[in-house]
């Protein structure tokens, strides 16, 4: 066997094991095939929660609509929650460390069907340097900018159980 039939063959197990276990590529979701359209409603039309489920529904294609239409399934999310609790302090009782929560609720309403709730509650860790102001300010966005990241794509997966 020369070494090229041995890597095509190989390939072909390895491409057939992953698609046996149910491999899927990160981001990509198995959404119902009725959910084709849909209509995203918030509080806050242009926040960077609502913006990232709707990028995602897109890359998915879904396609998401700018006005409400007769049939289309509403995904309704509330405002985000960010909330931050204490988890230790220094020597000189300045915080050394937060954990930082994030919670987005709603639902998806479709006509005739009904609502399907959609929760999500994340939670991290910050370690706060007293030192560098700045540099803890940035790195605290980009932990928010993470967390809605998280939470999209667990809006996504709770898409993807919903069938009717």
Known sequence: ???KTFSYGFLILSISL???????????YLLDDKLTQIYVSSSDEFSPLVREVKRQL??????VFEFPQGDVPTLHLSGENISKR?????????????????????YLQIAE???????VQLHRDF???????????RERELLYDEL?????DQIMRQLATVSW
Do not use: H, W
């Open 1 to 3: 066997m020369t070494l």
């Open 18 to 28: 992953l698609s046996a276990c149910g491999f899927a590529p990160r981001g990509s």
């Open 58 to 63: 897109t890359q998915n294609n879904v396609a």
């Open 86 to 106: 204490t988890l230790s302090l220094f020597e000189n009782g300045q915080v050394a460390e937060y954990e930082l929560s994030y919670q987005v609720g709603g």
């Open 113 to 119: 069907e009904g609502n399907y709730p959609i929760s």
């Open 127 to 137: 370690q706060d340097n007293p030192l560098a102001a700045l540099a803890k300010q």
């Open 148 to 152: 809605r990241t998280m939470a999209a």
